[in-house]
């Protein structure tokens, strides 16, 4: 019995370590994280959506988010709170901190969004910026044929990744 006593404490203590342990890392992603999106604050016309983008999708790599939380398809996969483990809560947490400061001029896009909803303010800033009309479609296809690196003032190997990204934007709408 005394035995017994003494496991279930090791376990406790094993739980109570792992559990600071995920508190530390998790306190330490958000500053990283929030330092990197600083640099890409979203910009008026959203000029620099697929950058900020860019840098969120290396974020989920790095951070080791789960797929769920940004997935722009809610209506079939919600997101549900009620069965998240500590971490992903805390991923949730911290990704909605994110974005919310790091949305510029597009905060109020975040009014509809419940507080703490990762995914729902995730896809608030998606359908501002790829929303999937044809006067969109027209008015991306009319920038990737008029492109001209002088009027855009890029240096050459800044215009080409320009011009593969409008490329693969198309690509993406069909």
């Not at 600083?38 to 860019?54: A, S, T």
């Not at 975040?110 to 303010?121: D, E, Y």
Request: glycine share 6%.
């Amino acid at each position: 019995m005394a035995q017994a006593a003494v496991q279930a404490a090791a376990v406790l203590a094993a739980g109570v370590l792992a559990a600071a342990k995920l508190q530390e890392k998790q306190e330490r992603e958000f500053p990283t994280s929030l330092k990197l999106l600083e640099k890409e604050e979203l910009q008026v016309d959203g000029k620099n959506w697929w950058e900020y983008k860019r840098v969120i999708d290396r974020l989920v790599m790095s951070c080791g988010w789960a797929a769920g939380l940004l997935n722009l398809n809610v209506a079939a996969h919600r997101w549900v709170q009620g069965n998240e483990t500590l971490e992903e809560r805390q991923d949730r947490i911290n990704i909605y901190m994110l974005l919310t400061a790091t949305a510029g001029p597009y905060k109020h896009l975040f009014h509809a969004v419940p507080v703490g909803n990762a995914q729902q303010a995730w896809k608030a800033l998606n359908e501002e910026f790829e929303a999937d009309t044809a006067a969109e479609y027209n008015a991306l296809e009319a920038k990737f044929t008029g492109a001209n690196q002088v009027a855009m003032g890029l240096a050459v190997g800044e215009f080409i990744t320009s011009i593969i990204e409008l490329g693969d934007r198309l690509v993406a709408r069909g």
